[in-house]
């Protein structure tokens, strides 16, 4: 009986883990390898987008990977998408606005939407 319970969490826990890999994940992403991904990753964490945003679900903003699905990685997107971190913004995902920053620089600010898109399932 032991045996069988064993056989049963193994085959669950080997469910598990391929599901796992047939949906990717934030961090488990091919793309990863792209140097982007590390710089605007840390740029993020040391910035208050957490607070906001989390990677895989929607919080306060939107998730970073839908934003990843909704559009298109290409030069309009990214600089749009920067300019919405430095100014602020809302209306593309509901009503609640995105807080403008500032002190966040134009390259900085496109790293980090590199990163983002990056994040495309
Ligand atoms: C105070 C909460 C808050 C913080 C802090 C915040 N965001 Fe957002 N963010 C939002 C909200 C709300 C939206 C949705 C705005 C809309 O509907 O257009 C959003 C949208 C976005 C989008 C999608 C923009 C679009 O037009 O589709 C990106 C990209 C983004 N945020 C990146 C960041 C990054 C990078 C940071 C950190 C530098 C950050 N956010 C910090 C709340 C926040």
Redesign the pocket.
């Known amino acids: 009986m032991k045996q069988v319970l064993g056989a049963i969490v193994f085959i669950m826990f080997i469910t598990a883990c391929g599901n796992n890999t047939n949906e990717g994940n934030a961090n488990g992403n091919a793309n990863t390898s792209d140097p982007n991904y590390n710089k605007g990753m840390e740029l993020?964490a040391n910035?208050?987008?957490l607070?906001?945003?989390k990677l895989n679900e929607k919080a306060?903003?939107?998730a970073?990977q839908d934003?990843a699905n909704?559009?298109e990685n290409n030069d309009v997107n990214r600089k749009?998408?920067a300019n919405?971190?430095i100014y602020g913004?809302?209306?593309?995902?509901?009503?609640?606005?995105?807080?403008p920053?500032p002190e966040?620089n134009q390259t900085d600010?496109e790293t980090?939407?590199k990163y983002?898109l990056l994040l495309r399932k």
């Open positions: 993020i910035s208050n987008c607070s906001c945003h306060i903003g939107p970073f934003v909704k559009y749009m998408l919405k971190i913004g809302v209306g593309n995902w509901g009503n609640i606005a995105m807080a920053h966040i600010a980090m939407v983002i």
